[in-house]
């Protein structure tokens, strides 16, 4: 990101992404059980759901998992989640700055070089990791109260089953709602947390370092929870339904705004912040200090060389 002191080695394109993939994967790790949480509330209300179990808020939702399904199924879908972070996030938040700098050959980034760069990140990396996603939010979402036996019995059980029952394209489903989701999300997170910081850092409000990004990151998952909420929703719905329940994903949308009306864009809004934010919080620290660390152990060893 911007703002480095004079003092700084500038990070080189694979200290980014490899910052960014490492980063994005512990902050997965700490905020899964909130992202589950997310998605178990988001498709609450569904038909094909059993109605038995109701979740109510983030930890009721998150106790009543453990109480009925196991503390472990917080966790269901982890694997492919880091895959998707290693997909996604390095590409997305580890070719930001590089890309920016293309658009603005030299000169100072504009808020408009800003959002191309994480409109072009964010779209590559959906297209390259839409079917770990697929296969995530498939095995969050499923549990073996509301049927006899689960559709998929792991992750690459997911991959093979959705490969083999709905073709390849299966594992691409939802790409459409996904790549809407995460323009929204790279732009206004990437961006926000970009003037933020360099807001903070120009005006002299806090130096760049922990408390810097701290705040950045705070306001950027804000932000980015408000604008990408109904997508998101719309999202998890698609990707999860079973082959013919929905025509398309205008249709998915109009189903959820007949049935449930307008507040069903915004289910599991309270979880989507606190996993977004406390995950923003917890990847741009350890991106930050990861990318300078690397950087000033290159440094040294190329002095002592």
Request: proline share 5%.
């Amino acid at each position: 990101m911007v703002g480095h002191t004079e003092s700084d080695v500038p990070p080189t394109m694979a200290v980014k992404i490899f910052s960014a993939g490492v980063a994005a994967c512990v902050a997965d790790i700490i905020t899964f059980p909130l992202d589950t949480a997310k998605v178990r509330l988001q498709i609450q209300g569904e038909c094909l759901i059993s109605s038995a179990i109701r979740y109510k808020g983030v930890l009721g939702t998150i106790i009543t998992l453990a109480k009925t399904e196991g503390p472990v199924k917080l966790y269901s879908g982890l694997p492919a989640g880091l895959q998707r972070q290693i997909s996604f996030a390095s590409l997305r938040i580890g070719l930001y700055d590089t890309v920016q700098e293309f658009f603005t050959t030299g000169k100072e980034a504009s808020l408009g070089s800003k959002i191309s760069a994480g409109l072009m990140t964010g779209g590559v990396a959906v297209f390259i990791g839409q079917p770990t996603e697929v296969v995530k939010v498939r095995l969050q979402a499923q549990s073996h109260l509301h049927g006899p036996k689960p559709r998929y019995t792991g992750t690459y059980n997911a991959y093979r089953i959705i490969a083999t029952t709905e073709g390849l394209t299966g594992l691409w489903k939802g790409t459409t709602p996904n790549l809407t989701r995460n323009v929204i999300i790279n732009c206004t997170e990437l961006v926000t947390y970009d003037l933020m910081k360099e807001a903070l850092v120009k005006n002299k409000l806090l130096a760049d370092d922990v408390p810097c990004h701290f705040v950045s990151a705070v306001v950027a998952g804000f932000c980015t929870t408000v604008l990408s909420s109904p997508v998101d929703v719309v999202k998890t719905r698609f990707v999860n339904s079973s082959p013919g329940q929905y025509t398309s994903v205008p249709n998915c949308a109009m189903m959820m705004l007949t049935r449930e009306g307008p507040s069903a864009f915004f289910k599991g809004f309270v979880p989507s912040f606190l996993r977004l934010g406390s995950w923003n919080i917890i990847m741009f620290v350890c991106f930050e200090q990861l990318k300078q660390e690397l950087m000033k152990s290159r440094h040294t060893m190329d002095c002592a060389t």
